[in-house]
């Protein structure tokens, strides 16, 4: 066969289509891909209460304040252990004065500039050149414990500041799973409102069936629109509830948007945490409160230790070196040029300085009794917090005990009050009770789903508390996972 044939011709194109046909197959199932992989929307993770915790420990405002104040603290420690550093300081001064001096002395004061060299008997307005230079180190080699006692308030002071961390941390972090547990119970609310207002529906349908047919009056259908509308109501405040559940547990979020996620609530819904931390022994010198105001009682020990020592006398060791530079004789005759604007005498100096403030005892009386005060009641203060601690720590353990009670037995409510409306229900449409029975009845059922509904999460926050008193969440947060 020819290579030009009709029969080849017609066959490679017909191969061309072919395979253009299956590019354009492949491409488009394949941008069909892509498109469905973009256009399928990314289902939004459930939101856990640990996650709420650990984003608010590392987000609130609030932690990061304290955590602040604790590097300041930090900062305060190196600062007073400056004190124990020589000091030096220099100078160097070009001026152009006049050179009248006279006899005479003047009290101290910070105004009049001092002068040097003799009188030279005239009143001259002419001016010379000076200059000064020098260097001045000073260092006490003692302070009878003072800058100690200052180094110690201020470590006492970052301890408190660590403490306090410590104590926020806890506090938001409490405050945060309980915003999450409180949105739950809300939510949990709203949805056994929801189904009040059914129920109420279901039962005033019923009513009216009765009604039109003639078996019941007219009133027993307006009884039941009340019912409905009291239910209605509590539905009202239920959703009330939890938007502002919500606003609060988004405060806390450092996405609020997040608060549109659900909220796992499987596991916090569905079972109770153990009870053998209700015999633990409780510590309250190991909570966060009790170490911070026990840092607080150092700190003012330590600032009371500081005032005693300050009325002691202040030994300084000090040496200096300078030169000095003027353009004017000692008989008043002025230098000519430039003489003066460099030293050209030079002198120095050692020696030990010793100061005391005789009349200083009013006033360190009066601090150092001031301070007594406030170490006393630093000190009462802090038997007050363990005493309160201890409060709440019992309150706490009785609650949980009694939440679990309560826990155990709303299942038991639940199935009673069914079991009763039902038979209500029954005798009603046998015209052997009335309609207040029915209505009552039905109100029991869905005061018992109410309470049904939020006692295991009764349970979760009560066990919340009780480790919040004892200061670590950790064990909570373990059997929330």
């Given amino acids: 066969m020819k290579a030009n044939s009709p029969f080849i011709r017609n066959g490679c194109w017909i191969r061309g289509v072919a395979v253009g046909c299956l590019l354009v197959a492949g491409t488009s199932a394949a941008v069909t891909a892509q498109s469905s992989v973009v256009a399928t929307p990314a289902v939004p993770s459930d939101l856990t209460i640990v996650q709420v915790v650990q984003d608010a420990e590392q987000n609130y405002p609030a932690i990061h304040v304290s955590e602040q104040d604790l590097n300041a603290a930090v900062a305060n420690i190196r600062l007073a252990r400056t004190a124990y550093l020589p000091r030096l300081d220099g100078i160097v001064q070009v001026n152009r004065a006049?050179?009248?001096?006279?006899?005479?002395?003047?009290l101290p004061e910070n105004t009049l500039p001092s002068m040097s060299g003799p009188v030279i008997g005239t009143n001259n307005g002419g001016s010379v050149w000076g200059?000064?230079?020098?260097?001045?180190?000073?260092?006490?080699?003692?302070?009878?414990?003072?800058?100690?006692?200052?180094?110690?308030?201020?470590a006492a002071a970052r301890d408190r500041a660590n403490a306090s961390v410590q104590r926020s941390q806890l506090e938001i972090s409490s405050a945060a799973a309980d915003a999450f547990l409180t949105v739950l119970a809300a939510r949990q609310t709203q949805n056994s409102?929801?189904?009040?207002v059914d129920n109420w529906e279901i039962l005033r349908k019923t009513i009216h069936a009765l009604t039109v047919a003639e078996l019941r009056p007219a009133a027993d259908e307006s009884r039941i629109e009340a019912e409905k509308a009291a239910a209605n109501t509590q539905l009202a405040l239920a959703t009330e509830a939890v938007e502002m559940g919500e606003a609060t547990l988004a405060k806390f979020l450092s996405k609020p948007d997040d608060i549109t996620k659900p909220l796992n609530?499987?596991?916090?819904?569905?079972?109770?945490?153990?009870?053998?931390?209700?015999?633990?022994a409780f510590h309250p010198e190991s909570t966060p409160a009790m170490l911070e105001q026990h840092a607080a009682v150092s700190q003012s020990a330590a600032e009371l230790r500081a005032t005693d020592r300050s009325w002691v006398p202040q030994f300084n060791l000090e040496a200096a070196g300078y030169g000095r530079g003027?353009?004017?004789?000692?008989?008043?005759?002025?230098?000519?040029g430039a003489n003066g604007l460099a030293p050209n005498v030079g002198n120095y100096a050692v020696g030990l300085n010793v100061t005391f403030g005789f009349l200083d005892f009013a006033s360190i009386h009066a601090r150092e009794a001031s301070q007594a005060a406030t170490l006393k009641?630093?000190?009462?203060?802090?038997?007050?917090?363990?005493?309160?601690?201890?409060?709440?720590?019992?309150?706490a353990r009785a609650a949980l005990r009694a939440m679990r009670s309560v826990a155990k037995n709303t299942p038991i409510q639940v199935e009673a009050a069914r079991t009763a409306l039902a038979q209500a229900t029954a005798r009603y449409k046998a015209g052997l009770t009335s309609i207040d029975d029915v209505a009552q009845a039905q109100r029991l059922v869905v005061q018992a789903e109410m309470d049904d509904s939020i006692a295991r999460l009764n349970v979760w926050r009560a066990f919340l508390q009780l480790q919040s008193v004892r200061g670590d969440l950790q064990p909570f947060l373990q059997a929330a996972q």
């Avoid at 200059?131 to 201020?154: C, H, M, Y």
């Avoid at 596991?267 to 153990?274: T, V």
């Avoid at 038997?383 to 309150?395: A, C, D, M, Y």
């Fill in 98 to 106: 006049t050179r009248n001096n006279i006899f005479g002395t003047l």
């Fill in 131 to 154: 200059s000064a230079t020098g260097l001045l180190i000073n260092w006490q080699p003692f302070d009878f414990g003072l800058r100690n006692t200052k180094v110690e308030a201020a």
């Fill in 193 to 196: 409102a929801q189904v009040a």
């Fill in 265 to 280: 609530s499987a596991h916090l819904l569905g079972e109770i945490p153990m009870g053998v931390e209700d015999d633990g």
């Fill in 326 to 336: 003027t353009g004017a004789e000692t008989n008043g005759q002025r230098l000519s």
């Fill in 377 to 395: 009641a630093d000190q009462s203060r802090e038997t007050l917090i363990g005493r309160q601690l201890q409060e709440q720590f019992s309150q």
